[in-house]
């Protein structure tokens, strides 16, 4: 096995939602902001030049006796099936990492606005890579019908 590491963000998201809430993430804009004492806006140089963001952070607000390590059912639902926390996209991860596809509005100085992004004030962002065609999934993308029942109302 081996050992644990230490990530240090590389940013914060600033304003936008302050709760984390399951659904209606489409509208909700932050500004993300990188750390002053470690980049310059060199760092963001061209990236206004892609459509979208992809924002690698951490659900810091989740409690480690919140963290699933087996199977449960999406939201508590009964009525979904019971499937593993890696067959999920949950806040409550091992390593409490999520990852949120959004559109960039716009680049200044050291700060990104984005929207669609599903994270809230405050939360540390530990990367950020534009959306390349090439890096998109290539043939067909399938997903269990309660996936797409549960995305219905996300964005």
């Excluded at 240090?8 to 939602?17: D, E």
């Excluded at 091992?94 to 680049?107: H, S």
């Excluded at 999934?137 to 797409?148: F, K």
């Amino acid at each position: 096995m081996t050992s644990p590491f230490e990530l240090t963000p590389v940013a914060h998201v600033r304003g936008g939602r302050t709760e984390a809430i399951d659904d209606n993430w489409g509208a909700s804009r932050a500004t993300i902001a990188l750390d002053p004492a470690r980049f310059g806006p060199d760092a963001l140089a061209g990236l206004a030049n892609f459509s979208h963001l992809e924002v690698i952070f951490v659900f810091d607000k989740v409690p480690p006796e919140k963290i699933e390590y087996g199977a449960r059912h999406p939201r508590g639902r009964q009525d979904w099936p019971l499937v593993g926390i890696f067959a999920q996209r949950g806040k409550n991860r091992p390593n409490r990492l999520g990852l949120c596809t959004c559109r960039i509005i716009g680049v200044q100085g050291l700060t990104v606005e984005v929207e669609g992004i599903d994270a809230i004030d405050g939360t540390p962002v530990l990367d950020l890579k534009p959306v390349m065609r090439a890096f998109l999934p290539r043939g067909e993308v399938l997903e269990p019908q309660w996936a797409g029942e549960l995305m219905r109302d996300y964005w």
